[in-house]
């Protein structure tokens, strides 16, 4: 197994090494350039590259790999490996390359931004050693030639010897770190990366002289070295690349496996978890750590990881040996089933391990697993299982306040687009009906009349809230002044003493760190929030929306109900009309992803504003100045702000058609269609549609002339999306072959504002759909022709051509909007289950709406195909008629579960004041041997399929 994934990551770094030699770090999915902005595309972004800083060192990590694994002693046959046309071609190309970089000046084509001299980098002379652009931090070389990498990777020992070793101020001798050939040198400093001085040692370069070695050595850890840092607890090597006082565990671990000095290493070992640091978690140091521990310690990390295996193992055949009610597997014995229930802190069932007599032996009958859940993360369970309920997570971010004044979320590491970045549960939670979710005014009735403990009162205090109308009406006033003193005096005379705190960490925002805490002196005191304050604060910090995500509850069984809630990880983002994360609720979690690709510092943004986000300039200031009480400064606002008036006029107008003239208009066609002669309808409807297609062109060619980027163009567009989705609509209605190109124009632009959302998840899957059944289409057409004349072939490969384009394109934009949406998942299994869940929730949609539409009182039917356990079954789902009963409605109603599913529950519709307001504090009962469990675990639906 293991050599299976060492000649995996040898293929996979040999056609990398093909596809851009030069970089240093590369995607996991391609990522076209014409999709990345102009920022990245100058730094060689795009296909598979995602950092082009040329490291000598990156490819002499590949060359070393394929050394060690064809040296290895007792692997069978590693020629077969090794013969490979794709690992010879790769290996071939680097030693070209550093042929070339030995001449860098006269042969070099490499250019990259960052460097001086066009690109090229500072000037060197010809040494015989290979010329490298970055250091193996990612910093920018100071001179060309590194002599640690050079003793890694070309082992050029006469040009070592004649540029690399140098005079220091004391008239000793040392290796360099950076030389260029013409007498400059760079001493005094080691890189805490490896290759390195340091490492010297380490790099198999036996050429290398002792005394130098030594004399290096010392300057560079000690204060002649300006990245060596000292502090209370250690001291080590630093880089530019990270912040001032920060220490790389991989040079402590280089010190240490280098030093013959036992009380040095000792100390380097006991280093103990920092306050602070720039990443959570970093294998390549934590790889370097099991060596240093293994070597001098002698400590067998194999045997260590064998038994923490072990220890997972039993826990988890232990957990697995648990019945469904709780109580223990009557196999185990009674005194084993006390301590399992120790260990786990509860208390064992009566009976317990005590059972005799026939079918005392009988097993749980486990619930069947599929290959495809093995390679599901464990929050992404939540997708299919219906209960179950995923641990809090939060991952790269952090909280920071502004030079505003005000509080969000940044990147505390580099973020890549799909990236989970938060499991969070509810402070509260209410949930409505299908389609009609809870008011603000519910929910805070409903907190008014819970008890708000301590905890919960603190978490509060750090979210964002709607601004008093004193504190409104003082920031008015300020904002007319134009002295800038008079502001801030201002400000601070209106101050709010219930205004948002800052959070230390994200961990603050969670319920249990704040359970840990004492109440009383010194501890966290009980703080009452007053009706007015909660209110404000709710109206900025809830989000509500009319379904759970619907694709997650076809697989759960479940129906999307309408929610409102509060999630303080959610709260504390700020918004933008051009947001860089989404959000998907399933059942009470909320999974927060990362739409784009983000950089240290990057601030995450969401939608605070909802469906005002595809309003014009105007609109969305001013819900934003009214819910926030500062105007929104995020990118898409920015170049909105530069337009001219009249082309902003041109905008505001066509919102304001597509609002509400022209779906007015076209409802009142299609409604007198049965009455009015056809042709006057079609007429109606295509005068309607040229009058949309001539005010969106309109709008297009202004735009083209003041923003001549096409992303800027769109960003812009936004304001104006309800124009585009209604042609498309109309497309639909009247076009027999509908233009995809309509379709694909809202994607684009759903990608700009709402990224990930279920609109934009269900948009690009009709696209995606629509192009592959013409594609089908035609390759059958195609495929039929009995004659076919050059010209006609030329016009039928230009088609492919064409076809093919937008196939590609279509799939690029439906697999990005699925991963933004729910993350990376297998497309094996689960994928396919949201894709007919999505699908299945809209048809039932459209079919409710048309039988409402007719007045039709039998409810509609929709049906789709799966295969179970390799059975295929034909299942029929009903769609309710009443699914959109207000709450407040009395009766009984008919509950359908999607999948096929139904049960009778006779359901008495509450008022929406009395809405129960659900912590996470959970309601529990009491069962027999005193076992918690959820109340809502005890109503689980019990559901008959009909097929």
Same mark, same amino acid.
């Given at each position: 197994?293991?050599?299976?994934?060492?000649?995996?990551?040898?293929?996979?770094?040999?056609?990398?090494?093909?596809?851009?030699?030069?970089?240093?770090?590369?995607?996991?999915?391609?990522?076209?350039?014409?999709?990345?902005?102009?920022?990245?595309?100058?730094?060689?972004?795009?296909?598979?590259?995602?950092?082009?800083?040329?490291?000598?060192?990156?490819?002499?990590?590949?060359?070393?790999?394929?050394?060690?694994?064809?040296?290895?002693?007792?692997?069978?046959?590693?020629?077969?490996?090794?013969?490979?046309?794709?690992?010879?071609?790769?290996?071939?190309?680097?030693?070209?390359?550093?042929?070339?970089?030995?001449?860098?000046?006269?042969?070099?084509?490499?250019?990259?931004?960052?460097?001086?001299?066009?690109?090229?980098?500072?000037?060197?002379?010809?040494?015989?050693?290979?010329?490298?652009?970055?250091?193996?931090?990612?910093?920018?070389?100071?001179?060309?030639?590194?002599?640690?990498?050079?003793?890694?990777?070309?082992?050029?020992?006469?040009?070592?010897?004649?540029?690399?070793?140098?005079?220091?101020?004391?008239?000793?001798?040392?290796?360099?770190?950076?030389?260029?050939?013409?007498?400059?040198?760079?001493?005094?400093?080691?890189?805490?990366?490896?290759?390195?001085?340091?490492?010297?040692?380490?790099?198999?370069?036996?050429?290398?002289?002792?005394?130098?070695?030594?004399?290096?050595?010392?300057?560079?850890?000690?204060?002649?070295?300006?990245?060596?840092?000292?502090?209370?607890?250690?001291?080590?090597?630093?880089?530019?690349?990270?912040?001032?006082?920060?220490?790389?565990?991989?040079?402590?671990?280089?010190?240490?496996?280098?030093?013959?000095?036992?009380?040095?290493?000792?100390?380097?070992?006991?280093?103990?978890?920092?306050?602070?640091?720039?990443?959570?978690?970093?294998?390549?140091?934590?790889?370097?750590?099991?060596?240093?521990?293994?070597?001098?310690?002698?400590?067998?990390?194999?045997?260590?990881?064998?038994?923490?295996?072990?220890?997972?193992?039993?826990?988890?055949?232990?957990?697995?040996?648990?019945?469904?009610?709780?109580?223990?597997?009557?196999?185990?014995?009674?005194?084993?089933?006390?301590?399992?229930?120790?260990?786990?802190?509860?208390?064992?069932?009566?009976?317990?391990?005590?059972?005799?007599?026939?079918?005392?032996?009988?097993?749980?009958?486990?619930?069947?697993?599929?290959?495809?859940?093995?390679?599901?993360?464990?929050?992404?369970?939540?997708?299919?299982?219906?209960?179950?309920?995923?641990?809090?997570?939060?991952?790269?971010?952090?909280?920071?306040?502004?030079?505003?004044?005000?509080?969000?979320?940044?990147?505390?590491?580099?973020?890549?687009?799909?990236?989970?970045?938060?499991?969070?549960?509810?402070?509260?939670?209410?949930?409505?009906?299908?389609?009609?979710?809870?008011?603000?005014?519910?929910?805070?009735?409903?907190?008014?009349?819970?008890?708000?403990?301590?905890?919960?009162?603190?978490?509060?205090?750090?979210?964002?809230?709607?601004?008093?109308?004193?504190?409104?009406?003082?920031?008015?006033?300020?904002?007319?002044?134009?002295?800038?003193?008079?502001?801030?005096?201002?400000?601070?005379?209106?101050?709010?003493?219930?205004?948002?705190?800052?959070?230390?960490?994200?961990?603050?925002?969670?319920?249990?760190?704040?359970?840990?805490?004492?109440?009383?002196?010194?501890?966290?005191?009980?703080?009452?929030?007053?009706?007015?304050?909660?209110?404000?604060?709710?109206?900025?910090?809830?989000?509500?929306?009319?379904?759970?995500?619907?694709?997650?509850?076809?697989?759960?069984?479940?129906?999307?109900?309408?929610?409102?809630?509060?999630?303080?990880?959610?709260?504390?983002?700020?918004?933008?009309?051009?947001?860089?994360?989404?959000?998907?609720?399933?059942?009470?979690?909320?999974?927060?992803?990362?739409?784009?690709?983000?950089?240290?510092?990057?601030?995450?943004?969401?939608?605070?504003?909802?469906?005002?986000?595809?309003?014009?300039?105007?609109?969305?200031?001013?819900?934003?100045?009214?819910?926030?009480?500062?105007?929104?400064?995020?990118?898409?606002?920015?170049?909105?702000?530069?337009?001219?008036?009249?082309?902003?006029?041109? &905008? %505001? @107008?066509?919102? +304001? /058609?597509?609002?509400? !003239?022209?779906?007015?208009? $076209?409802?009142?066609? =299609?409604?007198?269609? *049965?009455?009015?002669?056809?042709?006057?309808?079609?007429?109606?409807?295509?005068? &309607? %549609? @040229?009058?949309? +297609? /001539?005010?969106?062109? !309109?709008?297009?060619?202004? $735009?083209?002339?003041? =923003?001549?980027?096409? *992303?800027?163009?769109?960003?812009?567009?936004?304001?104006?999306?309800?124009?585009?989705?209604? @042609?498309?609509?109309?497309?639909?209605?009247?076009?027999?072959?509908?233009? $995809?190109?309509?379709?694909?124009?809202?994607?684009?632009?759903?990608?700009?504002?709402?990224?990930?959302?279920?609109?934009?998840?269900?948009? @690009?899957?009709?696209?995606?759909?629509?192009?592959?059944?013409?594609?089908?289409?035609?390759?059958?057409?195609?495929?039929?022709?009995?004659?076919?004349?050059?010209?006609?072939?030329?016009?039928?490969?230009?088609?492919?051509?064409?076809?093919?384009?937008?196939?590609?394109?279509?799939?690029?934009?439906?697999?990005?909007?699925?991963?933004?949406?729910?993350?990376?998942?297998?497309?094996?299994?689960?994928?396919?289950?949201?894709?007919?869940?999505?699908?299945?929730?809209?048809?039932?949609?459209?079919?409710?709406?048309?039988?409402?539409?007719?007045?039709?009182?039998?409810?509609?039917?929709?049906?789709?195909?799966?295969?179970?356990?390799?059975?295929?079954?034909?299942?029929?789902?009903?769609?309710?008629?009443?699914?959109?009963?207000?709450?407040?409605?009395?009766?009984?109603?008919?509950?359908?579960?999607?999948?096929?599913?139904?049960?009778?529950?006779?359901?008495?519709?509450?008022?929406?004041?009395?809405?129960?307001?659900?912590?996470?504090?959970?309601?529990?009962?009491?069962?027999?041997?005193?076992?918690?469990?959820?109340?809502?675990?005890?109503?689980?639906?019990?559901?008959?399929?009909?097929?």
């Amino acid at each position: 197994m293991l050599r299976q994934v060492i000649e995996r990551a040898i293929r996979t770094q040999a056609y990398y090494i093909l596809s851009d030699p030069y970089a240093n770090a590369f995607y996991r999915q391609w990522k076209p350039a014409a999709k990345l902005k102009q920022s990245q595309r100058v730094r060689g972004k795009g296909g598979w590259t995602a950092e082009r800083k040329y490291e000598l060192d990156s490819g002499a990590y590949f060359l070393n790999l394929l050394h060690n694994y064809a040296h290895t002693p007792g692997l069978f046959e590693p020629e077969r490996l090794l013969s490979e046309p794709v690992l010879h071609d790769a290996a071939l190309l680097m030693l070209k390359i550093w042929q070339t970089q030995q001449h860098h000046e006269a042969q070099s084509p490499y250019r990259f931004v960052e460097l001086s001299n066009g690109g090229l980098g500072a000037p060197v002379a010809y040494t015989g050693m290979v010329w490298s652009a970055f250091r193996p931090s990612d910093a920018a070389a100071a001179y060309g030639y590194n002599i640690p990498g050079n003793m890694y990777a070309a082992d050029i020992r006469q040009g070592i010897r004649a540029h690399g070793i140098v005079a220091a101020a004391d008239g000793t001798r040392v290796y360099a770190y950076e030389v260029d050939g013409r007498g400059n040198a760079l001493l005094d400093f080691d890189d805490p990366n490896l290759p390195s001085l340091l490492a010297m040692p380490l790099l198999g370069f036996d050429g290398y002289d002792t005394e130098m070695y030594a004399n290096a050595r010392r300057r560079i850890l000690s204060n002649s070295n300006p990245y060596h840092y000292s502090g209370i607890a250690f001291s080590g090597l630093g880089s530019p690349h990270t912040p001032p006082q920060y220490v790389w565990p991989l040079a402590l671990m280089v010190q240490g496996l280098t030093s013959s000095d036992p009380n040095e290493q000792a100390a380097l070992l006991r280093v103990s978890a920092p306050r602070r640091c720039t990443r959570p978690h970093f294998e390549w140091a934590n790889a370097l750590l099991v060596v240093a521990v293994e070597q001098l310690l002698g400590f067998d990390c194999d045997l260590a990881a064998q038994q923490v295996h072990l220890k997972e193992l039993s826990m988890r055949e232990w957990r697995r040996s648990r019945v469904a009610q709780g109580a223990l597997n009557p196999l185990i014995p009674a005194r084993a089933a006390r301590l399992c229930c120790q260990a786990a802190k509860i208390k064992p069932k009566k009976g317990a391990g005590s059972k005799k007599g026939f079918g005392a032996e009988k097993q749980q009958k486990q619930e069947p697993t599929e290959p495809w859940e093995e390679e599901v993360l464990a929050p992404y369970k939540v997708y299919y299982k219906p209960n179950f309920k995923p641990p809090r997570y939060t991952g790269p971010i952090e909280p920071k306040r502004f030079e505003n004044g005000s509080i969000g979320v940044v990147a505390a590491e580099e973020v890549t687009g799909a990236e989970l970045l938060s499991v969070s549960q509810p402070l509260a939670f209410l949930e409505g009906a299908m389609g009609s979710p809870p008011s603000v005014e519910d929910l805070h009735v409903a907190l008014l009349e819970a008890e708000l403990g301590p905890a919960v009162a603190k978490i509060l205090s750090y979210l964002p809230r709607k601004p008093s109308p004193v504190a409104a009406a003082a920031a008015g006033a300020s904002s007319s002044t134009d002295h800038p003193q008079l502001q801030q005096q201002q400000q601070q005379q209106q101050v709010d003493p219930n205004a948002q705190e800052l959070p230390p960490s994200m961990m603050h925002l969670q319920p249990a760190f704040w359970g840990q805490v004492q109440q009383g002196a010194g501890g966290l005191a009980a703080k009452k929030v007053g009706s007015k304050a909660l209110m404000r604060l709710l109206q900025a910090s809830c989000w509500s929306e009319e379904f759970q995500d619907p694709a997650a509850a076809q697989v759960r069984h479940e129906r999307p109900q309408g929610f409102i809630g509060v999630w303080p990880e959610l709260a504390l983002l700020q918004h933008s009309c051009a947001p860089n994360s989404s959000v998907v609720v399933v059942g009470k979690h909320m999974l927060l992803h990362a739409t784009a690709d983000l950089d240290p510092g990057t601030e995450v943004t969401f939608n605070k504003l909802g469906s005002v986000i595809a309003a014009p300039l105007a609109a969305r200031q001013a819900a934003h100045d009214e819910l926030f009480g500062r105007p929104c400064r995020c990118s898409r606002c920015s170049l909105e702000a530069t337009l001219p008036q009249e082309t902003v006029q041109q &905008l %505001q @107008a066509l919102h +304001a /058609a597509a609002d509400s !003239e022209w779906p007015q208009r $076209l409802q009142a066609a =299609l409604e007198g269609a *049965e009455e009015a002669d056809p042709e006057e309808t079609a007429e109606l409807l295509a005068e &309607l %549609q @040229a009058e949309v +297609a /001539a005010d969106i062109d !309109e709008l297009d060619a202004a $735009l083209a002339l003041h =923003l001549p980027e096409r *992303e800027d163009q769109l960003a812009v567009l936004c304001g104006a999306y309800a124009a585009y989705d209604l @042609a498309w609509q109309m497309e639909e209605i009247l076009a027999e072959e509908p233009d $995809l190109d309509k379709l694909a124009n809202c994607v684009a632009l759903l990608r700009i504002f709402a990224r990930g959302s279920e609109s934009h998840l269900y948009t @690009a899957l009709m696209l995606h759909q629509g192009v592959t059944s013409r594609a089908e289409a035609m390759v059958g057409a195609v495929q039929a022709m009995t004659r076919k004349t050059q010209a006609r072939q030329r016009r039928l490969a230009a088609e492919m051509q064409r076809m093919a384009a937008s196939g590609e394109a279509a799939s690029y934009a439906y697999a990005e909007a699925l991963s933004c949406r729910y993350g990376m998942l297998p497309q094996e299994g689960l994928v396919p289950q949201l894709e007919q869940g999505l699908a299945m929730f809209y048809a039932g949609l459209s079919a409710l709406s048309a039988a409402q539409g007719e007045g039709l009182d039998q409810v509609p039917e929709v049906t789709r195909n799966l295969t179970i356990d390799g059975i295929p079954v034909t299942v029929v789902d009903t769609v309710e008629g009443s699914a959109f009963a207000q709450p407040g409605e009395e009766g009984s109603q008919e509950v359908v579960q999607r999948k096929g599913g139904k049960q009778q529950q006779q359901q008495q519709q509450q008022q929406q004041r009395g809405l129960r307001v659900d912590w996470l504090e959970a309601d529990v009962l009491e069962v027999d041997g005193g076992e918690e469990v959820d109340a809502a675990e005890q109503q689980q639906q019990q559901l008959s399929a009909r097929s």
